[in-house]
């Protein structure tokens, strides 16, 4: 097996997902669900995931209500016919009503992605959402995107080389497997600019 080959065993498909190491499949299968091998086997029979959402949606709880089906994005997912919902937005509308134009469904006092406990969520501007992710360090950037190619210390020595002279934008771009307005944005500080 080579570094460009899947990580997981037996799979010998071409790295898609570089951080992680993983095959496109593979990394799909991560989104969807929360875990590489996720789907197949573990699937839940048809109508199951809807039932258990009725069942529970204004069920008391003390915390949280962590979603137990499909993931994605790391929000708990229900299909219905051949529509997929993100689960906290159908549970902020039962609890709350429909959802107010421009408006989102924002968890307030939890910090769980997966959690669909209606007395958690409210509607919101997308700015207040916005304002929730950065509170909750769930904002998707650098590093914690599942889709980045760099490291915070890749970031700082792209940075640091750029600020040096002697090295254009294409090669550094070339050499570290990203665009070159991806690196632009970068030494402009325009992306990365979380990184010192």
Same mark, same amino acid.
């Not at 590489?36 to 109508?47: F, H, I, K, Q």
């Not at 906290?88 to 469904?105: D, E, I, K, S």
């Not at 409210?122 to 700015?127: I, L």
């Not at 080389?161 to 990203?178: H, N, T």
């Given at each position: 097996?080579?570094d ?12 898609r997902?570089?951080?992680?190491g993983?095959?496109? /499949? ?8 929360g ?13 199951e ?6 069942a529970?949606?204004?069920?008391p ?8 089906y ?11 016919g051949?529509t ?5 937005h159908?549970?902020?509308? /039962? ?14 006092v ?13 509607w ?5 959402n ?7 360090g769930?904002?998707m950037?650098?590093d ?14 792209i940075?640091r080389r750029?600020?040096a ?6 090669d550094? /771009?070339?050499?570290?497997?990203v665009r ?14 979380h990184?010192?």
């Amino acid at each position: 097996m080579t570094d460009t080959t899947c990580t997981i065993e037996g799979c010998v498909r071409p790295v898609r997902a570089k951080k992680q190491g993983w095959c496109g /499949a593979h990394h799909q299968r991560f989104l969807r669900h929360g875990d590489p091998l996720g789907g197949g086997e573990s699937r839940a029979a048809p109508g199951e995931p809807w039932r258990y959402y009725l069942a529970t949606v204004y069920r008391p709880s003390d915390g949280c209500k962590v979603w137990p089906y499909a993931v994605a994005n790391g929000y708990g997912v229900l299909a219905i016919g051949r529509t997929q919902y993100s689960v906290h937005h159908l549970a902020c509308q /039962a609890w709350n009503g429909p959802r107010p134009f421009g408006y989102v469904a924002c968890h307030g006092v939890c910090h769980n992605k997966l959690c669909y406990h209606g007395p958690h969520l409210r509607w919101g501007p997308p700015s207040e959402n916005s304002a929730d992710m950065w509170r909750d360090g769930t904002v998707m950037i650098g590093d914690r995107n599942h889709a980045t190619k760099l490291t915070p210390e890749a970031v700082r020595e792209i940075g640091r080389r750029y600020a040096a002279g002697g090295v254009k934008q294409w090669d550094l /771009a070339r050499e570290y497997g990203v665009r070159q307005a991806a690196l632009s944005a970068i030494v402009r500080r325009v992306t990365w600019k979380h990184v010192d």
